[in-house]
């Protein structure tokens, strides 16, 4: 993780407290702890797996297959999250958080692949991310999308990988480029660049918004005591580089989901974006990140504009639990503000709180009609 003078407190936390003392001290142990593949799972892995992420009531028991009527999303740490949608199996991100802690998110990597997924959608390629999108496609046979940096990242995380990926764009496109496909039968994606999270100037105008600055709980590091191979697995993935940012929205005929893990500064730096957004269709469910590098200075102002954007019925926060608690806080910590924030919305969105580590991989918190 490079110096970088945007960062503000969050970054410069992350590079004096956790990233320059883990390189010189555990670089070497992290080089000789190896990762150890997944194996690809069976189909009792896969059946058993779905109904813990979906509910019994929408797997079924012999076959796996998933019913369309619903839709799910379960959480399973920082911006991940596991999706039923219109009887596909998708990812939103692929990282189970550990490191810092072993078990605070209750899944593995191995149990997040025997879902079998279809694909697995990258946001941004930051180790918080995707660090386990590469193992995670090489056992469960799903194709990876993202641009061409995040396909590079997840080939160089597992020898002799064998797993397709769809590139959308690079980390040169421009903000606001958008790219439309099919991901299954009646499921179009859109995914929108956009920008990652960063400090701008404190803004003082009407519209502007409180700092938020929980204070780090490293106390889930006492309750969770990490492992040597979760605390190399960290090491090793640390540096990852972002590779660019990807918003997407996926649609059926009745129901519109959209998903993004960062939230940047589009008002002060990427206008352009929030015109693709505003063209976008309306979503009945925006899942989007509220943790960043600019809470600090203009709390949810960026996270806000989004939302206004979008024009979502529910609004659900994601990057905003304590995945690494050296620098971050619980998800109860951002309640207060994103209903101040949704609040000054006309006719804003209904808040879906989640709330950790009660809501990981909990498939009744995020179920609709779909």
Sequence with gaps: MARNPELGSLGESIQRGLVTPL?????????????????????????????????ADLVDAETGAVRSDRVVLSWFGCASFAVALGGSVFLLDAWVPRGATSGYVPTTPAEVAALRPAAIFIG?????HAADAGPIAQASGAVIHGTVEHCATARKQVKSPGFSCVTLGSSTSLPGARYDFDLAPGISVTAVRHIHSARTERYAGA??????????????????????????????????????????QFHTEKFTLTWHDSSGPLLDKAPEVLETLRELPASDVHVGAVQGYNQFTNG???????????????????????????????????????????????????????????????????????
């Design 23 to 55: 390189r010189r001290g555990l670089g070497a142990f992290a080089e000789r702890v190896s990762a150890q593949p997944i194996a690809e799972p069976t189909l009792a892995e896969t059946i058993a797996a779905r109904q813990r992420f979906f509910g």
């Design 124 to 128: 941004h390629g930051h180790f918080d």
């Design 207 to 248: 519209d502007a918004c409180a700092p938020v600055k929980p204070i780090p709980q490293i106390g889930d590091m006492r309750r969770y005591p990490t492992t040597l191979a979760d605390t190399a697995h960290l090491v090793r993935r640390l540096t990852d580089p972002e590779g660019g940012v990807l918003l997407y």
């Design 300 to 370: 949810l102002r960026d996270p806000r504009s989004y939302i206004e954007a979008l024009r979502a019925k529910v609004f659900v926060p994601n990057h905003h639990d304590n995945w690494l608690p050296l620098i971050t806080a619980r998800g109860s910590a951002f309640r207060a503000p994103l209903e101040t924030a949704l609040a000054t919305i006309p006719d804003g969105p209904k808040l879906r709180m989640l709330l950790d580590p009660d809501d990981y991989v909990t498939p009744g918190v995020l179920a609709f009609d779909a």
